[in-house]
């Protein structure tokens, strides 16, 4: 199969205007610290009642929270709770553009098609806040290569990080999981979703880097039951 590994370059979209009374911050998002924040939400926040932006983690990780906001130039009030530790920085602007841009839900997260041609270390940094949210590293067993990888139950954002690790230079391979258990959570019952696993190799044995593009060995192929038109490129 082929990825596409380059993108045309799009200017990033600005926040939207204030357009309400009182103070309103918004994040730089010249500064690379921003870009950490951004994908550390994507892949562990949400926003509250189109307002704040919140972000989450294991409870003694409030500093770290904390930090994050403060490297992007934004204030905000960290709360524990039981298990977590929640930062909210309180911007509607910032709210509103996560929103449009990211997704709203876990199911909706998203990369955006501008974010796809953006400079590499804006890329790596949105990456490095992502895995440090939703992923981890490890190392291969032949060849201590790193390997770098993530979960989400968002098809559409597995296919932008793979493309993401693409243009990084590293080859990127999507697996769908299935999960039809049930456990119990705080004594209640829940139904897990199905997921996809996404793994990038700094040293791949069937991916090779073309002009363009990326190819990769086919080693599975699941039927959707849906009929889509092919073009032969």
């Known amino acids: 199969w082929a990825c596409v590994m380059d993108a045309p370059h799009t200017p990033i979209p600005s926040l939207p205007p204030k357009t309400w009374r009182g103070h309103s911050q918004g994040p730089d998002l010249d500064r690379l610290a921003t870009w950490k924040l951004i994908g550390f939400w994507v892949g562990n926040g949400w926003t509250r009642e189109g307002e704040q932006v919140v972000i989450c983690d294991d409870v003694d990780s409030g500093s770290r929270l904390r930090r994050l906001a403060r ?124 997921f996809y696993r996404v793994t990038a190799y700094e040293r791949a044995r069937s991916f090779r880097f073309g002009r363009g593009f990326g190819w990769g060995k086919v080693r599975t192929v699941r039927p959707t039951g849906q009929r889509r038109t092919v073009y032969n490129i």
């Open 71 to 194: 490297d992007a130039g934004l204030t905000g009030s960290l709360s524990a709770q039981r298990t977590t530790a929640r930062f909210t920085i309180g911007s509607k602007r910032f709210a509103v553009w996560l929103r449009e841009h990211f997704g709203s839900s876990a199911l909706t997260k998203t990369v955006p098609s501008w974010l796809l041609g953006a400079s590499v270390e804006i890329l790596e940094a949105f990456m490095v806040g992502l895995l440090r949210a939703d992923g981890h590293i490890a190392r291969q067993k032949i060849g201590g290569g790193r390997i770098r990888c993530l979960t989400t139950t968002s098809r559409a954002l597995a296919v932008g990080v793979r493309i993401i690790f693409n243009r990084l230079g590293q080859s990127a391979s999507i697996t769908r999981h299935d999960v039809v258990r049930r456990c119990i959570i705080e004594g209640r019952e829940v139904r897990e979703r199905g």
